[in-house]
């Protein structure tokens, strides 16, 4: 992945020392391509690289935060 990665927000992955990470990254495909949202998850506190990464175009934001709330009231 390039581009540039600005740090959005950090938090404790619940039950473990791991931390979710949001950040946006500039061309991550390469010169010219859309800026994403990026989810990071890892599992452990100090992991300077997640172990799982999701990438959502500012497109699908509002659907994927809506699609998170309705899982949220069904747990």
Excluded: F
Aim: aromatic share 2%.
């Amino acid at each position: 992945m390039s581009g540039t990665v600005t740090p959005i927000d950090e938090m404790t992955l619940a039950g473990t020392k791991g931390k979710i990470t949001v950040t946006t990254v500039s061309e991550p495909y390469g010169k010219n391509s859309d800026s994403v949202a990026s989810i990071g998850i890892s599992l452990k506190a100090d992991a300077t690289e997640p172990e799982w990464k999701v990438h959502i175009p500012k497109a699908n934001i509002a659907q994927v935060i809506e699609a998170l709330q309705k899982a949220q009231e069904s747990l």
